[in-house]
C-alpha cells in the first residue's frame, strides 16, 4: 500500500533502534529525565497534587505502580502515570521545548508506570526505555514542526495536551513492542483524546494537561495493543476532513523516514530549556533583565530602594495568558510577567518560596507592581527562540536604568551545566527524599544504558 504521514510515523515507532540513539541524544535526554523526576519529587509536595491523588485512590484496581514522593502508595499503571503527570506540571517546573511545549512530563510518567505493570519476563531494559523516551520526543517534535502556528507561544490549546498526548502514546507503544499496525492506530485513538484550551493556563487545572497527555497516550497504546482500531491517516492532511490538523490553523505533514543506518533525532539538533525556578517560561527572561538592573540600581544608589523609582517600564512580547498585572494566587503568579520581575527587583532571586500566600501579598511587592507599564515592542515575538524581556527603570531623580535579557541561562542556547542541573535535582528531590536515595537516582539516571530492568528506576 502507499505509504502515508501516518504509516511512516507508525513505520518510524517500530523500526528504530537503540543504536540509533547518538552519544549527544542519549547525553540531554538523561538530563531530562533526571530533571523531570526531581520535579515530579517536589510536585508530589502541592495541593494540586493531593487532589489528584485523593481522586485515583477512589479506584481500586491492580495497583503495582508507584506515585512521586509517596513511598508505598501505588496506583494502576494509567492512574499513576496520571498522577505524576499532575505532579511533574504543578509547579511550572518542567522543561520546555521549541516550538513549545513541555516534552518530558507528558512521556516520562507514562514509562515509568507501565515499566512497573509489566511481568518480570518482558521488563525492559534502561536502554529500551531510554529509546521509548526518545520516540516520545520525535513524535512530539515532528508534530510540532508540521505547523508555522506551533512556533509561537500558544493561544488556543495547551500544546502538551495535544502533541504530548500523541508522544505518549508513540514511547508506550514502543516500549509494549507494539506492532506496526498497532503503533498507527495507537496514534489515531491518542488524537481522539488529545486538547485542553489555554484559558486554563494559570489555575489548578494547568497542569491535568499534563496529566491527561501521559495518561491518555498511555490507555491509547493499551487500547491499539487489545485490537482497537482508529483512522488510518490521522496524522495526513485530508482536505475536508480534519485528523491531527484540527488542533492547528496551518498544517503542513511530511512523512518521517523509517531509520536505516543513522537517523538524527530533532533533540541532536535543538537541545531543551530547563527552568531555574518554578514559573512560566516566558518569566525567566523578565527575571534575569530584572536581576540585571537591579544590579545596577544597587551601584547607582548603594541599596535597592524602592522609594526611588517612578515608572517600572517593562517590554514584554504580546501573550495575554502571561500578562497579569496583579496575580492573586501561586498558579496566576506563576504566569504573570509584572509578578515575576518586580519580585526578582524586590528580593534579588526568585524560588520556590516566591509563589506562597505570604510573599505574593505582600504589600512592598503591591507598591511595584502598581509603578508597572507594559509595552510591547514589535520586534518582540511571542516565541521562545525569537523574544526577549527588558526591565527599565525610570527614577525621580530622571536617570533611567535598563536590563535586557534575549538568552536566559537555562534556554537551549544557554544550557545548565551539570553542575546546576546537579543542584536543582537535589535541592527539589530532597523536599520528599533522604540524601541516599537522591544519589542513586542520579546515578542509575547516569548509567541508565546499563539498567537491567527499568522499573528499578
Known sequence: PEETVTSSFASFIHAVRPEHLSKTVRHRSKRMILDSIGVGLVGSTTHVFDIALQYCRLYSSVAVSSVYGKAGVKLSPTLAAFTNGVATHSMDFDDTWHPATHPSGAVLPALLAASQMLPPSTKPNGMDFLLAFNVGLEVQGRLMHFSTEAHDIPKRFHPPSVVGTMGSAAATAKLLSLSTAQCAHALGIAASLAGAPMANAATQAKPLHIGNATRLGFEAALLAARGMEANPLILDDIPGCSGFSAFYSVYQPKPLSTPSDHHEFLLEKQDIAFKRFPAHLGMHWVVDAALSVRNLFINYAGSFSPSLIRTIVLKIPVSKYINRPFPSSEHQARHSFQFNACTALLDGEVGLSSFTESSIHRQELRELLDKVVVEHPEDNMANFDKMYGEVALLLHSGDVLTGKC?????????????????????????????????????????????????SQL
Open 406 to 454: 534575549d538568552t536566559f541561562y537555562g534556554h537551549w542556547r544557554k544550557p545548565l551545566s551539570k553542575e546546576s542541573l546537579l543542584k536543582k535535582f537535589r535541592s527539589n528531590a530532597s523536599h520528599v527524599l533522604p540524601e541516599e536515595k537522591i544519589e542513586t537516582i542520579i546515578t542509575m539516571v547516569d548509567n541508565l544504558e546499563n539498567l537491567s530492568d527499568s
